[in-house]
């Protein structure tokens, strides 16, 4: 099992640009989870799917961010245009939905806007 | 979701168990106590859960007080590769048809000492 797969693991842009986090949860998985984590907040959610559609999406920070789930084996977060505050780590994680499950996080992709 | 307090930071020496606290004194009946741990630069990994018995896997072991209102997290032979910070989670199980996020407080650093 290959577990959680984010892409790419490290960005660098600058302010204004459009960026894109992708993420492959394990397979047979039916809920994702988009977290952000960074010294001044921790770890938050952003946002989760369950059957690829959004349930909660109040974490996400304003309208310059957005996340899909086209289908079980993908996701992608946007950010555009970025920010220099947006600059964190971005894990995905996947769950298998039953009363108790436990959540697989991916190895993150730390992003840094300039 | 109720709110649970770890201290800090902790030491522990190489070889002997770490015992990690967490105070939950609010927690509801249908709450679970879930521990998770993050090594420096990698993802979240779950560790245990358990609701009211005491729980073991092959990672850890979870004592939870009778009345439910604390619980300790036992790493019986501790090594420097269990250097995290660890984190205590109480949560609600998932209903049918939706699953939960996980919402991160501060955790306990604990720091395995050679």
């Known amino acids: 099992d290959a577990g959680v797969i984010q892409s790419p693991r490290h960005e660098v842009t600058e302010m204004g640009q459009e960026v894109t986090l992708r993420c492959k949860p394990i397979?047979?998985?039916?809920?994702l989870f988009w977290y952000r984590q960074t010294m001044m907040r921790g770890l938050e959610l952003l946002i989760y799917f369950n059957n690829n559609v959004p349930i909660d999406d109040s974490g996400m920070p304003e309208d310059r961010f957005s996340a899909k789930m086209p289908n079980a084996s993908f996701s992608t977060l946007k950010i555009q245009p970025s920010e220099p505050r947006d600059s964190a780590v971005y894990f995905c994680?996947?769950?298998?939905?039953?009363?108790?499950?436990?959540?697989?996080f991916g190895p993150g992709t730390r992003l840094l806007v300039l | 979701d109720a709110k649970t307090t770890q201290p800090t930071s902790m030491d522990c020496a190489e070889g002997r168990a770490a015992n990690l606290p967490c105070n939950h004194s609010?927690?509801?009946?249908?709450?679970?106590v879930y521990w998770y741990r993050q090594i420096h630069s990698q993802g979240p990994q779950y560790i245990i859960h358990g609701l009211k018995n005491n729980e073991t896997n092959e990672m850890a072991s979870l004592i939870i007080t009778e009345d439910r209102k604390s619980s300790t997290l036992i790493l019986p032979h501790a090594t420097l590769r269990d250097t995290a910070v660890y984190y205590c989670?109480?949560?609600?199980?998932?209903?049918?048809?939706?699953?939960?996020?996980?919402?991160f407080g501060s955790g306990t650093q604990l720091t395995v000492l050679p």
């Open positions: 397979s047979g998985h039916n809920s």
């Open positions: 989670i109480v949560r609600v199980a998932a209903t049918s048809g939706s699953a939960r996020q996980l919402t």
């Open positions: 994680a996947s769950s298998y939905r039953t009363s108790q499950e436990t959540q697989y």
């Open positions: 609010t927690i509801s009946g249908n709450e679970y």
